[in-house]
C-alpha cells in the first residue's frame, strides 16, 4: 500500500468563454470560470506533484433558480478551498483512507455552512483526482493500474456494504477501454442544420456548428438530446426536428439517450409526458434506439419514496439518476424506486465511481437486462479535465460518454502555443491541429481514442509548463 499526506495545495482560476451558447437547463453557459487545483504530495516513493482541473459550471451543483452566478460560483471555490486545506492537515493514509477521512471532515463543514453534499464533495473531489495523480506519478505507475493491483487501499464495503467482501479489481473489467464512443450533446439552443445558423451567429474556426455538420465531420452516432420538461410541447417539436436530421444522416447504429434536466415534478409528471412521446409516430419509430433517459425529476423529487417511485411503471424506459447522486447511499435507493442506474462524473469523485461501477456490476450477474453506469461530463476540455475524465470512463468499462467541450470550446486555442504543444505531443492519438492550426479532439467514426490517456499516471501525458497560463496562484496550504 501506498500512504500519502498533502504537503501544499495551490489554486489557479482563469474565465474561459465558450465557442457558442450551451443551453443545458435553466441556464445558457456563454463564459466559466475554469480552474487548476495542484497538490504537492508526500509518498513512500518521494514528494510528488499532482495536477486536476474542472469547470465551475453555473446551476448544476445546486440547480436554485433564486441564486445569483457568482454567488453560486463563489460557492464552488469555497468548496475547493476547504478541501484542499483540510487535507493537508490530515495524517498519512493509504489513498482511499485518506480520500475517506477527508469526505467525513468536508461534510461535516458543508452542514454548518448550508453547502448540500453535491456540491460540497465536489472540492473533495479536486483534491483526490489531484493526489491520485500524484500517486501514480510517484510510483511510476497508472492509476488504472493501481486500481487493479489493489495498491489504493479501496474498501468498497465502506460506501457499499454489500461488497464488503468483494475486491474492486474483479468486479471491474480487466483492462481499460482502448476507445470510448462518442456521444454529443445536442443542447437546446444548438443549431440543427447549417440553414439554422444566422449570418450574424455563424462561426469560423474550423470545427463544425451545427448538429448535421457534426455528424459530418465526426462520424457520430451516439446522441444526449436535452429537453425541458416545464414546456411539453416544444419539447417534443425539437425531439421532432432533431431525429429528422438523424434518422437522414445516421446508419442503423443510431443510439441515443434523454436528458431531462430536472425538468418534472414528478414521476407521474414524466409518464405522462413519455406517453406522448410513445404516441407520436414520428417518435415512436426511433424509440428502439434509445439507450436511458437521465434525471428527468428534480432532484428535490427523485429519491422520494411517492414522488419518485417508478417501480409501478412496469413498461417504463430504463431511466437513471445523474444530480441526484450526491451521497453513496442514493445509489441503491434509486435502484430500489426503480431505476436502472446511474452516472459517473469525475466531478463526483473517482473512487465512488468506482464503488458505484463495483456495485453496478454485482447486482448485474444474472440480470436479463443489466443495470447502467452512464459516462457524462460537466463540458470538459483539455489539457486536464478531458483527459482524466477519460482515464475514468476506460478504467469504469464505461463505453458511451457524452462529450461536448470540444463542441462549445475551440479545443486548446485557449491556451499558449507551449501548452497546445505538450498536449499535442503527449497525446496524437487523442488531438490533431484543427484548420486553423490548434488542436482539438479527434473523434474518428464516432470514437475516441483513450490508449495515451490510460497510458499516463492519470490522463495527463507530459508535464504542462503551467507558468504558460495567465494568472496567479493561490497557496491555499
Given amino acids: 500500500m501506498i500512504p500519502v499526506s498533502v504537503k501544499s495545495a495551490e489554486l489557479l482560476r482563469v474565465a474561459l468563454r465558450s465557442r457558442l451558447p450551451f443551453r443545458y437547463g435553466i441556464v445558457t453557459m456563454v463564459e466559466v470560470p475554469h480552474v487548476f487545483l495542484r497538490l504537492k504530495v508526500e509518498t513512500p516513493f518521494g514528494v510528488s506533484e499532482g495536477l486536476v482541473a474542472d469547470h465551475l459550471p453555473p446551476k448544476w451543483f445546486t440547480k436554485d433558480p433564486t441564486r445569483d452566478i457568482p454567488s453560486e460560483i463563489e460557492d464552488m471555490m469555497a468548496v475547493i478551498r476547504h478541501a484542499a486545506a483540510t487535507a493537508a492537515t490530515l495524517p498519512a493514509a493509504e489513498p482511499f483512507r485518506f480520500w475517506s477521512e477527508l469526505k467525513g471532515r468536508q461534510a461535516e463543514w458543508a452542514k454548518q455552512h448550508q453547502h448540500p453534499p453535491l456540491l460540497a464533495q465536489f472540492g473533495t473531489s479536486m483534491v483526490e483526482r489531484a493526489m491520485l495523480e500524484a500517486v501514480a506519478l510517484a510510483a511510476r505507475s497508472t492509476v488504472s493500474k493501481l486500481v487493479r493491483e489493489e495498491r489504493l487501499g479501496i474498501e468498497l464495503g465502506d460506501v457499499h456494504p454489500e461488497l464488503r467482501t468483494l475486491r474492486a479489481s474483479s468486479l471491474l473489467p480487466e483492462q481499460p477501454l482502448a476507445s470510448i464512443v462518442c456521444r454529443h450533446t445536442v443542447g437546446m439552443l444548438d443549431p440543427l442544420t447549417d440553414r439554422d445558423i444566422t449570418p450574424e451567429a455563424r462561426i469560423d474556426d474550423g470545427l463544425p456548428q451545427s448538429l448535421e455538420a457534426s455528424i459530418r465531420a465526426y462520424g457520430l452516432f451516439h446522441f444526449k438530446l436535452k429537453v425541458d420538461g416545464n414546456q411539453p410541447d416544444a419539447a417534443l417539436a425539437r425531439l421532432k426536428a432533431i431525429f429528422a436530421v438523424l434518422v437522414r444522416q445516421v446508419d442503423r447504429r443510431l443510439a441515443f439517450t434523454i436528458d431531462g434536466n430536472e425538468s418534472f415534478s414528478s414521476a407521474e409528471a414524466f409518464r405522462t409526458f413519455w406517453r406522448r412521446v410513445e404516441a407520436d409516430a414520428t417518435l415512436r419509430e426511433v424509440l428502439p434506439g434509445l439507450l436511458f433517459v437521465e434525471q428527468p425529476l428534480a432532484r428535490a423529487v427523485a429519491l422520494d419514496s411517492a414522488l419518485g417511485d417508478l417501480t409501478g411503471w412496469k413498461d417504463r424506459p430504463p431511466i437513471i439518476i445523474d444530480e441526484s447522486d450526491a451521497e453513496p447511499v442514493d445509489l441503491r435507493q434509486a435502484l430500489a424506486l426503480g431505476y436502472s442506474g446511474t452516472s ?60 461536448n467541450g470540444h463542441h462549445y470550446f475551440p479545443g486548446l486555442s485557449l491556451w499558449s502555443p507551449e501548452i497546445q504543444d505538450v498536449a499535442l505531443g503527449a497525446h496524437p492519438d487523442l488531438y490533431h491541429r484543427s484548420r486553423l492550426g490548434w488542436p482539438t479532439l479527434r473523434i474518428a467514426s464516432g470514437r475516441i481514442s483513450t490508449q495515451s490517456v490510460v497510458a499516463a499516471p ?15 496562484w493561490t497557496t491555499l496550504a
Fill in 344 to 403: 459517473h462524473k469525475n466531478c463526483k469523485g473517482l473512487f465512488k465511481g468506482i464503488a458505484h461501477a463495483s456495485l453496478i456490476r454485482h447486482r448485474s450477474a444474472g440480470r436479463a437486462t443489466p443495470l447502467l453506469h452512464s459516462g457524462e461530463d460537466l463540458s470538459n476540455i483539455g489539457p486536464v479535465a478531458v483527459q482524466q475524465d477519460l482515464a475514468a470512463q476506460a478504467l469504469l468499462g464505461i463505453e458511451s460518454v457524452e462529450r
Fill in 458 to 472: 492519470f490522463g495527463i501525458g507530459g508535464r504542462l509548463p503551467l507558468e504558460k497560463i495567465a494568472g496567479e
